[in-house]
């Protein structure tokens, strides 16, 4: 089980990176996702570029309200706390539950979220947070929010010659309250359902995700959630989830009560 | 002798031989040898089902069926009345019935210029109409795999003791419909072979990750057609077999007739995503059942339907109907009842070959009639437990000759069950809260089995197997410098028998245990045996080794004594040394007359020396059975259907232990297997035929978190067959934890009225029989 | 095609090694093939297993899904570099004693992952310890012997300082996105079985007019990118299609036929390719039928598309490729989309989104009306 050949260069620099995408080479940061499918033959590209190694991908900024994490920093650097957490434990702990920890010391943010598999976490988590995406291309950089970032399963929003550089992610106020409930059959497999709910202050967030399609944000069970009060999850769930079965749409609606319901616990 | 281990002889706790080279990252296992000029060899398999083959190009080293030379087919014959023969190409002839069936095998420098070229391979397939399970297998007017046949069945065997006065008569009668999934074994070294020809023995020589060597050098030289001689196949380290690698397969023939025509040296090495579409498959029956109990839940009689999707074709030597000798011979179980009938169809279907799994059929059977059990119980309305302690066979019927002709040896199954349940805490339990204190549904499962082991002559004869086994030979040899060197033909693939084996060679001899090696698995340097499979290795090769050394030891005594001036009689091995009264030798003062100071031998010396060989099979050869209990405390989230194994508690009995610790080993990975099979693993096909899981994301393997905390106690009923009363018990684990869980399942979700009655049991399944019972 | 090797440098148990390696090399054939470092076993392949796990600059990491390329500068760690290393001698000893192997296959990547846990966590407690074995599969031991062993090196063991924290610079000006549209995405149909899919499409335009739209072939085509049609010969067709499936692109070039029956302005079409790279293949079957819309603008229509597909070989047994129907999902919607624009006198929009097995069947139905 062996890669059909392909060819591979080491980008020093993001410019770099994105001229040898303009010219067909496709952006290898991790490789977690994509070695197996390399391995299979299933994916079968003609030059690879590694662009983790792109000058300012690992970098970390900070302002008052938000932190830019360079997409090529690790889950295990997040778990790790090296990156500093601004979301009161949110990234750390979502990043401790991704596959395994020899995965999570090579695999990355950026390659994660532009893998878009459905069932990954970061997809999630970032649409939760109100993230936004930065994305290098030819013409510089372009923000993208999280929410219409992943188009579809394994489809994200970037062209061809554009790469995620960066993810900016708001702070959470040291109020804020965060629930993130995953189902999944075997630990490191990938989840039958997420939730995630976000309570900061006036600002709420609930997200349901690992759902065969980008993660559905649920506006009215996050205003209910602001209000105090109960909303009916599986009917907003069923308006937003069509192409669920009821009985996997019952599920989403468990990991959400879940994740509620971590909310009040003590944190 | 037996028992004077000095700490290291049988019934000790010793830590393995095996461990140090694993430890270092020194082992050696097929993918690991070197050889100058080595080519790797890879496949182009069938992408699809069933289908003609037609033209085929390709360009570079590839080579199709035609271009082989003297190749037979693997033909696997039976004595079995009606068994249908199934030639196998070894690689696609005029038509593939299987995905992954090898149509071109591609030689490079490295595999994966050996993967290109394979690829690069044009064939045409023109489709035929699959046959991807039993029941399109049997349906009227069915696709036919092998037209010759005319239907699709390799056998239909029938047991009958006669049921219709039970069928009448009993008061009870429970149905069930029960399903196992096709699986996959996966051991974590895939099947590998590298062969070169040796110009100064002038013979091929076949270095095979294989739990049988001895076998595979009858069934290579067979289908190469060259004499046996010609052949040496030696097995190195193997990282674990489970059944898998006790066949002669097609990539082991074409890899070795590379060797031999071009006289060079070729490397395969399965891949994980070959080992799930194309081999390895096991585990796929369908039962129908009917029991008849009386109202205190005693059963009265059982009839079976039993349905094998067998694959496409016939493994050798164990053949596709192994499956169902087993499965209809052992469905019974541990149960004292006399009325017994069972139809049995192994069903050729467009899949690869069924092979036997450790168990081979019996975690299936142990399922199924587990599960009546629970049923039965459930309609008498009484606890399963006691049903089911008031049906096995009890200690005082021992030995006893169960419906099929099973000669159960000795033990006492209904004291297993009663030690698990008290481990458990059925009665605190039937006490406490029903669910726990997140909601999920609490429950307890049991089963008890029995597992035939070491079963020989007799029974493989029965069975019709092309090659029967017979006695298992072992070498000894005391060496000039004392130590002792003891050679088997059967091989270690995970079972440590390096260390069992010095242990029973230790207490024969006296020989310290350092001072022992093993060596196993080579046609070149080994004795014969047909190796480890069914659970035979300790009972056969220990043994033989235990006979040898016997002689062995004769001999040692009569040159000591002669060197101490005593009679035989009067010496004893202690301590690693050589004792007469207050006198004492050294093995190497043996060794050194023997071989370097023959003046000092004595005038009647034995003039074999110190080298025996010996055969062993036990005389009353229709397998020792060793039992267990075991039972499981499960937590069921009714919301996700996902299972927890709270507690897990086995009481097993196999025999004489020469050797707890891996006793304990082989019965926690078994279970673990078990647990597998119970809840995860499941290798499906679609209408087509083509496989659905062909990597380990989509075939869930168990992980530390999903395997629970075995707890395990032990009892030692010596068997009266076999020496020291040893019986096998390499595949038991995996017999039980299907049953034990399923039922566990089964009592947690019974306040809900739902029930599961197929395996595994993912959470979709339980989520659909809990939304099934609330409709 | 063979890539042409790249020069690689590595430090491997502390030696430093100059090495040639295709970019398709595998670390770990790397280490078993030229420095005959063979305690580094291949497993899966898959990223799975965790048998081939060795240190890549200190911590564990998969050698089968890091290729020796990308590892460039980097200092590897294999079980045969221990030697000297004290916590792995306390493991080495308390595997053995707790009977944590039997093959011994799993037993190097199993090691090098415990070291790790007994080094940045120390003593936890068990629970733990299987979580973080998690990723290391033993097929043999049922995990007691090495929960038991990791235990008990742990034992008295507190966490090693972890690496320093990642340096932070300031941000002067977050990025701001545009704004989120929180509109409800358009319902797509559940699909029935595994392999098949209802979809129907209201079209604000009555059904003659869709009818003859239909027949618009090289226009239709524009609603759906990607196809090729080669050949077009009476009701058969020839053609390529690209499919993607993020990082699996496919190219399936087949043949087709097509059946329409202008009474009931329905139709059936079959196809049928093969994608060479992959060798896998794909066949469907497409019915459509347009009728006067029930739902939708009145006087309009609706076209009910049903679409049954299978997918055979390595497609087919990547399990992922569930994830296939979402893609035939959103292809529905954008075909539905165009198709509209275009009967509105629109120019259909640029789809930069992937093609799917849903257009292949689509490719055919287009050449079929470009007769």
Known sequence: MKPAAFDYARAATIPEAVAAMRDGARPLAGGQSLGPMLNLRLARPGKLVDIKRAEGMRGVALSASTARLGAALTHAEIEDRRVEDVTRGLLPHVARGIAYRAVRNRGTLGGSLCHADPAADWVTTMTGLGATMIAQGPAGERAIAAENFMLGAFTNALAEDEMLAAVEIPRLSPAARWGYAKINRKTGEFAMAIGLVILDGPWARVVAGAVEAPPALLPRAAAALLAGETSDLDAELAERLPHLSPADRKLRAVSLRRAIAMLSEAR | MDGDGGGAGIGARVLRKEDARHLAGRGQFTADLRFPGMQDVAFLRSPVAHARVGARRASGDVLFLDDLTGVADIVTRSSIPGYKLAPWPVMARDRVRYVGEIVAMAVAANRAAAEDLAEQAEVEFEPLPPVASCDAGRAEGAALLHPEWGDNLFLHSRFDSGIEAVAASAPVKVELDITCARQVMHPMEGKGVVAYWDHRAGMLVVHTSTQVPHLIRSGLAEVLGIPQAQVRVAAPDVGGGFGYKCLLQPEEILVSWLALTRKAAFRWIEDRREHLVAGANARQHHYTLTAYANEQGRLLGLDAQIEVDTGAYSVWPFTAVLEAAQAGGNLPGPYDFRAYRAEVFSVATNKPPFAPYRGVARPGVCFAIELTIDAIAKAVGREACDVRAENLVPGSAMPYVNVTNKHYDSGDYPASLATVREQIGLDAFRAGPARDEKGRYLGIGFATYTEQSAHNTKVFAAWGLPLVPGYDQAHVKLTPDGALEIRAGIHTIGQGLETTLAQIGHSMTGVPFENIRVTLGDTATTPYSTGAYASRGIVMSGGAVSRAGEVLAGRIKAIAAHLLQTEPDAIEFREGRIHAGNASLDYADVGRAWYLRPEQLPEQVNTAGLEVTEGYKPATDNGVFSYASHAAKIAVDPETGIVEILDYVIAEDCGRMVNPMIVEGQTYGGAAQGVGTALFEESPYDDQGQPLASTLIDYILPGPTEIPAFRISHTETLSPHTAHGIKGVGEGGAIAPPAVIVNAINDALATLGARITQIPATPERILAAIAEAQA | ?371
């Open chain 3, 1 to 371: 095609m063979i890539s042409a090797p790249l020069a690689v440098t590595l430090t491997v148990n502390g030696q430093r090694r100059q090495l040639l390696a295709e970019p398709r090399t595998q670390l770990a054939d790397l280490l078993r093939e030229q420095l005959n470092l063979t305690g580094t076993h291949l497993g899966c392949e898959q990223g799975v297993c965790g048998a081939c796990t060795v240190l890549i600059d200190g911590v564990p990491q998969r050698s089968c899904i890091s290729y020796a390329v990308d590892c460039d500068g980097a200092e590897i760690t294999t079980i045969e570099g221990f030697d000297a290393d004290p916590t792995m001698a306390t493991l080495r000893q308390n595997f053995s004693a707790h009977h944590a192997l039997q093959c011994g296959f799993c037993t190097p990547g199993m090691l090098v992952t415990a070291r790790d846990i007994v080094l940045r966590l120390g003593e936890v407690p068990e629970a733990r310890v299987r979580e973080e074995l998690s990723g290391n599969i033993c097929r043999c031991t049922g995990y007691v012997g090495i929960v038991g062993a990791v235990c008990a090196t742990a034992r008295g063991c507190t966490p090693q300082e972890s690496a320093a924290p990642i340096a932070a610079a300031a941000l002067a000006a977050p990025a701001v996105a545009a704004p989120v549209e929180n509109a409800a995405p358009r319902a797509a149909q559940p699909l029935k079985g595994g392999n098949s899919l209802t979809e129907t499409i209201a079209i604000a335009a009555p059904p003659e007019q869709v009818w003859e739209a239909m027949g618009d072939l090289p226009a239709l085509a524009a609603c759906l990118p990607g196809a090729e049609i080669t050949e077009v010969d009476g009701e058969a067709i020839k053609g390529r299609m690209k499919v993607a499936l993020g990082p699996i692109k496919v190219a399936f070039a087949g043949t087709g036929t097509v059946r329409l029956d202008a009474a009931t302005r329905s139709g059936v079409l079959r196809g049928a390719g093969r994608d060479g790279g992959t060798g896998s293949s794909a066949e469907g079957e497409l019915g459509f039928a347009l009728a006067p819309s029930a739902t939708g603008t009145p006087g309009g229509t609706d076209v009910a598309i049903t679409l049954q597909w299978r997918l055979t070989g390595a497609l087919a047994q990547f399990g992922r490729s569930g994830l296939v129907a979402d893609l035939v999902r959103r292809l529905a919607q954008q075909f539905a989309a165009n198709l509209q624009a275009r009967l509105a006198g629109e120019a259909p929009p640029a789809q930069p989104a992937p093609l799917n097995l849903f257009q292949l069947l689509w490719a055919a139905l287009r050449a079929r009306f470009g007769r």
